[in-house]
């Protein structure tokens, strides 16, 4: 993801496709992209990361996201978080 640090449009497809994946070794990475790159990948990477919503980290990103600039990503976070303490924190997906 290093090489393409400035590709707003490779980072979203990166995060969509590590949550299709869902490999949990991928969290670290989506968390990075959650919080600090272009709206398309914190929007993508924050709807990658609701499959692991048992994960205090990522349960911990999503709270923060609920603060995000964008009203996307906050919209996002608040019904991802809704949806997964519906859900029991259960995985999703």
Same mark, same amino acid.
């Given at each position: 993801?290093?090489?393409?640090?400035?590709?707003?449009?490779?980072?979203?497809?990166?995060?969509?496709?590590?949550?299709?994946?869902?490999?949990?070794?991928?969290?670290?990475? *989506?968390?990075?992209?959650?919080?600090?790159?272009?709206?398309?990948?914190?929007?993508?990477?924050?709807?990658?990361?609701?499959?692991?919503?048992?994960?205090?980290?990522?349960?911990?990103? *999503?709270?923060?996201?609920?603060?995000?600039?964008?009203?996307?990503?906050?919209?996002?976070?608040?019904?991802?978080?809704?949806?997964?303490?519906?859900?029991?924190?259960?995985?999703?997906g």
């Amino acid at each position: 993801l290093a090489a393409h640090a400035d590709d707003p449009e490779f980072l979203a497809t990166a995060a969509w496709s590590l949550g299709q994946i869902g490999d949990a070794a991928a969290v670290p990475a *989506l968390i990075t992209l959650a919080r600090r790159s272009f709206l398309k990948s914190r929007l993508a990477a924050v709807e990658a990361l609701a499959r692991w919503p048992a994960r205090a980290d990522v349960r911990r990103t *999503l709270g923060l996201a609920r603060h995000d600039r964008s009203e996307l990503v906050r919209e996002a976070a608040e019904r991802l978080l809704a949806t997964t303490a519906r859900a029991g924190g259960r995985r999703a997906g």
